[in-house]
């Protein structure tokens, strides 16, 4: 009978327990974001930055900025390869422009040789360095 009293019992509390959960006192969860520019306090801002910084493992360099005269090659080797493409373009189209002078051109790092034969405009262009080729056929749109 002591056996069956303390079961009964031991029951009753688990059935208390268990009915208790459900009024288990809530409230809404509500974000609120770290970072400032999305909303979150100014304060974190600084260290934010200071954390990012210590994780970036990117070091500036300034390699790839080139020499003034590297660069003036540049700029005049596509001023030239625009003017080509400018000519081959008009060409094709029958505008009158700058005149198409078919003929073998070395430019930068690159050789251009533009042919004619009435129908089509070819344009083979070559990588010195790479020995790559490609070449171009234009039609005549006359």
């Known amino acids: 009978m002591r056996k069956l009293l303390v079961y009964l019992i031991g029951g009753a509390v ?3 327990l ?14 609120t974001p770290i970072n400032p520019s999305f909303g979150g306090s100014p ?14 493992k990117f070091t500036e360099s300034y390699e ?3 020499e003034p005269l590297e660069e003036f090659e540049d700029m005049l080797t596509r001023q030239i390869l625009y003017r080509m493409t400018t000519a081959i373009v008009d060409e094709a189209f029958g505008e ?14 690159y ?3 533009i042919t004619t034969d009435g129908v ?8 010195i360095v790479t020995g790559n080729t490609t070449t171009i056929q234009v039609p005549y749109y006359l």
């Open 18 to 31: 268990l009915a208790n959960t459900n009024m288990a006192p809530a409230s809404e969860l509500v974000y």
């Open 111 to 113: 050789t251009i040789d």
């Open 96 to 109: 009158y422009g700058e005149a198409l002078q078919p003929g073998y051109y070395e430019i930068g790092n």
């Open 120 to 127: 089509l405009i070819t344009v083979v262009i070559t990588d």
């Open 64 to 66: 790839w900025q080139k």
């Open 14 to 16: 688990c059935a208390l």
């Open 43 to 56: 304060l974190n801002g600084q260290w934010l930055l200071n954390q990012a910084q210590a994780q970036n």
